[in-house]
Structure formats: C-alpha cells, structure tokens
C-alpha cells in the first residue's frame, strides 16, 4: 500500500441538505485526510467535461443537469490506498445495492443524487484532481 490522493465531490443533494460536516467526518474517523477543499457550483458544460468518460450513456445529461444544480464541495483526500478506501467508504453507486454503514446507504437520496463522487482509478484521480485544483492548492 502506498500513501494516495483521490479526487471527492459532495453532489448538490449533500450540500442542499448541509451535510458537508457529517460526510467530511467519515473521511476523517476512516482515516482519510482533507488536504484541498472548496465550494463551487459548476455549468452543465464543465460537468460535462468532467464526466465526458460517461458521454455516450443514457443518463449522462441528467447527470450532468444534477451536478450543475447547485453547489457542490470538490475536495482532495489522502491516506494509505486513499482511492479504493475512498470507493469503500461511499458505498455502491446506487443506494439501494451499498452497505451498511457507507455514506451512499446512509446520505444518497437514489442513484442519481447519491451524494457523492470518488475517483476510481490512479489514471482518474489524476485527471479530477487537476481538473478542480491548481498545484498552488495543493501542498505537498
Ligand atoms: P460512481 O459514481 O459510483 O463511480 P459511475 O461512474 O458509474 O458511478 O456513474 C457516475 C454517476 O452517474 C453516478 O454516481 C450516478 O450519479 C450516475 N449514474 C450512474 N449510473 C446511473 C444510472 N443507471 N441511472 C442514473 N444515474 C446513474
Ligand atoms: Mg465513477
């Protein structure tokens, strides 16, 4: 295992419902550290752009009018194996299917406002990492 940063998103349904605090403590009690955090809303162009991966699904326009609906929290996290520790902790993409006790089963309203986004590669956390954050935002 190695020391990783993984690229987070709380989605619009999180911060519409002031869940911020609560979700960033789940990060925190498993050990994931908060390194880069800011509050932004996005157009549904720049949400496009980041789920382009996605373009050619049947949701990805209402994906991408849900992520542009209200502000988001885009944030970079860091701790041993932080990518797939980051997957655990947000549980299956759609709520009904994720475990007990990760922050989908317990915060996610359906599969579309399902709180939250993890990276789920190296090769992704990357890109979405420097999608939202400068390396002035990043220290080191
Ligand atoms: P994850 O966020 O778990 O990595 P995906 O990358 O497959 O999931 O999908 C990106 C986002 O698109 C999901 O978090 C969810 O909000 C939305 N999504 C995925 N599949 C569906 C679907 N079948 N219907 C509606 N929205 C979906
Ligand atoms: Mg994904």
Excluded: W
Aim: hydrophobic content about 45%; some cysteine; proline content about 4%.
């Amino acid at each position: 295992m190695a020391v990783e940063r993984t690229l987070s998103i709380l989605k619009p349904d999180a911060t519409e419902r002031n869940l911020t605090g609560q979700i960033n403590a789940r990060f925190e009690a498993a050990g994931l550290r908060i390194v880069a955090q800011k509050r932004l809303q996005l157009t549904d162009a720049q949400a496009g752009l980041f789920y382009q991966e996605h373009s050619a699904r049947p949701f990805y326009k209402d994906l991408c009018g849900f992520m542009s609906s209200g502000p988001i929290v885009a944030q970079v996290l860091e701790g041993e194996n932080a990518i797939l520790a980051n997957r655990d902790i947000m549980g299956a993409t759609n709520p009904a299917n994720a475990a007990a006790g990760t922050i989908r089963k317990d915060f996610a309203v359906s599969i579309d406002a399902n709180s939250v986004h993890g990276s789920d590669s190296p090769a992704a956390a990357a890109r979405e990492i420097s999608f939202f954050f400068s390396t002035l935002e990043l220290v080191g």
